[in-house]
């Protein structure tokens, strides 16, 4: 089993920076694909990045292509997305979420497991 903890979130204004971490507890962080999803009052929750086991490979929403950056430190047990020149329409939850299956995957309903989430709030 695997806990999640994200932190990093805050209050931001529009073209500005965050950087979220997601801190996992557990032996097997390396056997896990990990993702981010966001989720905005009122809306269902999306599919944000996702990278790999090894770290070699990431997958982005085109929403956030170009901005966002996913990456691993399996040594430290943490995923990171740094986000930059953020938008309004990125205000959210954002959740991490770890997924045990052999592909990598956008759908919610594929990871096994989720943080509690980290509120971010852009400012215009």
């Known amino acids: 089993q695997v806990q999640l903890v994200e932190s990093g979130g805050g209050l931001v204004q529009a073209g500005g920076s965050l950087r979220l971490s997601c801190a996992a507890s557990g032996r097997t962080f390396g056997s896990y694909h990990m993702g981010w999803f966001r989720q905005a009052p009122g809306k269902e929750r999306e599919f944000v990045a996702a990278?790999?086991?090894?770290?070699?490979?990431?997958y982005y929403a085109d929403s956030v292509k170009g901005r966002f950056t996913i990456s691993r430190d399996n040594a430290k047990n943490t995923v990171f997305l740094q986000l930059n020149s953020l938008k309004a329409e990125d205000t959210g939850v954002y959740y991490c979420?770890?997924?045990?299956?052999?592909?990598?995957?956008?759908?919610?309903?594929?990871?096994?497991?989720w943080g509690q989430g980290t509120q971010v709030t852009v400012s215009s």
């Open positions: 979420a770890a997924d045990g299956s052999g592909t990598v995957s956008s759908a919610p309903s594929r990871y096994d497991y």
């Open positions: 990278i790999k086991r090894s770290g070699g490979t990431t």
